[in-house]
């Protein structure tokens, strides 16, 4: 059976689109890598940007997504993707469940975490360094820790631990933040939250659990320990781009090169969310290409 689109990714970009292909009668199959739909909104504590939803948490709006795809009953296959052929008139995914075949690709595999590459940031994951506040966040009840970064997520992480912790130093490598500026607003009234601008971070210490982090001040030249039990790493994303590399044009971030109507540079592939190269990676951005890569597809397909 040939798909008239496969959509790889289940965040708001490939749920969007989801909803647009089965309200365009498009035969369609969702592949999705991870056990859960949302994307990476469902690690974010509060979604407030999200017109008429205000406060939502990224849990709940996820949910609602995926919801409103279940609606339409889509096909969705919940496997690790092995290999793409993005060339000729099917596309080939070939997944550990078994091989799919399309017309159209919607590449809607989103972005991941950054990470700094310093010592002891591997070695103390899962004992004190952490992606993910809004998952881990509740351990740290208390404690001092660290979030290191400045955009909006930074400063998010650092207002949503400030809840529950007793001190967290916001570490960022500029003395500009890069997030918006109500949430620059809300971190400055927070008495709990130490400014330590620039800075970097140069290495994560403990054995067995995050015990200091060292940083670099940019400007004295001089080194500073902070003792915290745990680091917050918001140093933004990465795309993931590793079953496509190459394969399509790419910036040189990895981003796939596609303008808003999300055609890539291969005929009947197109790339939606934060996967594309753009300006703006939200999840209202998402799901707009998510619609905007449907239009392409039937264009396409006609
Ligand atoms: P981001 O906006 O790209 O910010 C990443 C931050 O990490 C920047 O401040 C950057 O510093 C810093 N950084 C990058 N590499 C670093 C390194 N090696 N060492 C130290 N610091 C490093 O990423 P994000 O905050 O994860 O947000 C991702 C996207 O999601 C953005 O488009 C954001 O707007 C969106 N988002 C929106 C909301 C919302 O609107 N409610 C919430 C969450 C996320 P520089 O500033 O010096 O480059």
Redesign the pocket.
């Known amino acids: 059976m040939c798909y008239d689109v496969i959509i790889l990714g289940s965040g708001p970009a490939g749920l969007s689109a989801a909803i647009y292909a089965e309200r365009a009668r498009l035969r369609t199959l969702i592949i999705e890598e991870k056990p859960l739909s949302g994307g ?1 909104i469902l690690d ?1 504590y ?4 999200y017109p008429g939803l205000p406060g939502i948490t990224g849990f709940e709006l996820g949910q609602k997504f995926r919801a409103h795809v279940d609606k339409f009953k889509t096909e969705i296959v919940n496997s690790q993707v092995k290999s793409i052929e993005l060339n000729g008139d099917k596309k080939t995914v070939v997944t550990e469940k078994g091989t799919y075949e399309a017309k159209t690709l919607i590449l809607a595999m989103g ?1 991941t ?2 990470k ?2 310093i010592p002891g940031e591997e070695k103390l994951l899962g004992m004190g360094v952490s992606y993910c506040a809004t998952c881990d966040g509740a351990f740290f009840r208390g404690k001092t820790v660290a979030v ?9 992480d650092a207002l949503f631990l400030a809840r529950g912790c007793e001190k967290v130093y916001l570490i ?3 003395d ?5 500026r109500i ?1 620059q607003e809300k971190v400055k009234e927070t008495p709990n939250i130490e400014l330590v601008l620039s800075c ?2 140069t290495e994560i210490r403990g054995e067995g659990q995050v015990s200091s982090v060292l940083v670099h001040d940019k400007k004295t030249e001089s080194d500073r320990e902070l003792e915290v039990q745990g680091i917050f790493i ?4 990465e795309p993931n781009i590793a079953l496509v590399k190459g394969l399509l044009e790419q910036d040189e971030r990895g981003y796939i090169l596609a303008g808003e109507d999300t055609r890539t540079s291969v005929e009947g592939v197109f790339a939606a969310g ?1 996967v594309r190269a753009k300006q ?4 209202i951005t998402a799901a707009a290409d998510g619609a905007n890569a449907v239009t392409s597809v039937e264009q396409y397909i006609r």
Request: net charge negative.
């Open positions: 990476q974010t509060e979604v407030d940007n972005a975490h950054r700094l590459g290191a970064g400045g955009g909006d997520v930074a400063l998010e960022h490598r500029r500009e933040f890069r997030g918006a949430l970097n971070v918001a140093a933004g994303t934060d703006l990676r939200q999840v």
